[in-house]
């Protein structure tokens, strides 16, 4: 079998299979069906970064997805959408409108019925058309679900903004938790109540933070920078910082406890350059009974990332958003990481996504990368065809059920 045939024949073996999504930042279906939806809702999201990259100012970036005039809103993105068109992140758009709303591209000609046809199917059971019956989607792992729903179909995954750097943000999390934080002791306690609550009462399996260059906590550097923003609120800590460091070290403490996952987001975002995966290592080596899933192979810093799961044994890596920020670097990645990375350590999918049908789109390119790489390694006698199925399988399924212990 040839290459190209091979790739085929592996992308209708991964069709086949029932995945588990190991991460999502979709809204409950009850608050997506609240939502006013059109065609432009499908090219929200992270389009809305490429949409600003290719120019577009923040004013009418806010228009465009408000609740102004659809046509007039149609007219401020069509320039831009031309500018948008190769990108990744529109794909994923143009697959999904394709498969549910049998569109290719939105135009003129087509943007009022296709809005129409968005706003017919946005009724009760979205999201079981779309993650169960077109994506073959058991659940998926969702930041910001308080609690289990939808039939199983949402699995929460926490997510905290909240790494201590000011005054305001230990407020906050005062504020979520009910909790009164005076104290550095009350912050450690808020630490283990928000953890706790994570499994107990949200029935959570994982953490999500975004990495950070964490130290060895120090209790007098601590309770002196608690002091400093609780006596200066316009203080912001810098990146690195002891307070940071002490109460990360109590939400290791409780994960360890709670047999909970520790997320953590690398790479793209923001100021990048915060996000350097090898930031993780001081946490991998120093909480070896917390399992940590590393989001997004470390994009930009990829072999960095790579690098902690081949020589660390309580690190995962996700493929998490991967193939939609490029499809071209996350086959390098994932071919990469299969000559080096034990199979049982990969995550293979994570949709990434709050609008449900883009979903879809982004793992119809998932699984063609999946298979193409899949296919080079058979191709070249690396793996046997059935071997490169059973690979897809941990990627897809086993791996993310047995870390998550779902
Ligand atoms: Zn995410």
């Known amino acids: 079998m040839d290459r190209t045939t091979l790739a085929q024949e592996l992308c209708r073996e991964l069709e086949k299979m029932v995945i588990i999504d190991a991460h999502e930042h979709l809204p409950s279906e009850q608050d997506r069906l609240a939502s006013e939806v059109d065609a432009l809702t499908m090219f929200s999201h992270y389009c809305k970064g490429d949409l600003a990259a290719a120019g577009m100012k ?3 970036l806010e228009f465009v997805f408000s609740k102004a005039p659809l046509e007039q809103r149609w007219a401020a993105f069509k320039p831009y959408y031309q500018q948008i068109c190769n990108s990744t992140y529109a794909r994923a758009a143009h697959i999904a409108i394709e498969r549910f709303y049998g569109e290719e591209r939105l135009c003129d000609a087509n943007l009022l019925t296709l809005s129409e046809r968005i706003k017919a199917n946005n009724t009760s059971g979205l999201y079981k058309r779309v993650l169960r019956e077109a994506c ?16 199983g179909l949402m699995t929460p995954v926490h997510w905290t903004i909240n790494n201590p750097r000011s005054y305001a943000d230990i407020q906050a999390q005062a504020k979520s938790l009910k909790m009164p934080i005076e104290t550095l002791d009350d912050l450690l306690k808020a630490a283990a109540e928000l953890v706790r609550r994570i499994k107990q009462d949200y029935k959570g399996v994982g953490f999500k933070f975004f990495v950070f260059p964490m130290q060895r906590p120090d209790r007098v550097r601590a309770e002196a920078a608690f002091r400093n923003i609780r006596d200066n609120p316009d203080q912001r800590l810098p990146l690195q910082n002891a307070l940071s460091d002490i109460f990360f070290d109590a939400i290791f403490a409780a994960l360890k406890q709670h047999a909970l996952v520790g997320c953590i987001h ?14 993780a290592l001081y946490m991998l080596d120093n909480y070896p009974e917390v399992n940590f899933d590393l989001y997004h192979v470390g994009y930009p810093y990829v072999r960095e990332a790579i690098m902690m799961g081949k020589t660390r044994r309580n690190v995962w ?24 990375v034990p199979a049982n350590k990969i995550i293979g999918f994570g949709g990434d996504y709050f609008v449900v049908e883009k979903v879809y789109g982004h793992l119809v390119i998932a699984r063609k990368v999946i298979a193409n790489v899949l296919a080079g390694k ?24 047995a870390l998550y212990s779902l």
């Not at 058979?378 to 059920?401: H, Q, S, W």
């Open 266 to 279: 690398t790479g793209y975002w923001g100021d990048f350059r915060d996000l350097h995966p090898a930031f």
């Open 317 to 340: 890596l996700n493929m998490c958003w991967t193939y939609l920020i490029s499809p071209g670097f996350a086959a390098e990645a994932l071919a990469e990481i299969l000559e080096m």
């Open 136 to 151: 073959g989607i058991e659940t998926c792992l969702t930041q910001g679900a308080d609690h289990p729903c939808d039939e």
């Open 58 to 60: 923040a004013d009418t």
């Open 378 to 401: 058979v191709a070249d006698k690396d793996l046997t065809f059935d071997g490169a199925v059973a690979i897809a399988r941990k990627m897809l399924y086993d791996n993310p059920k």
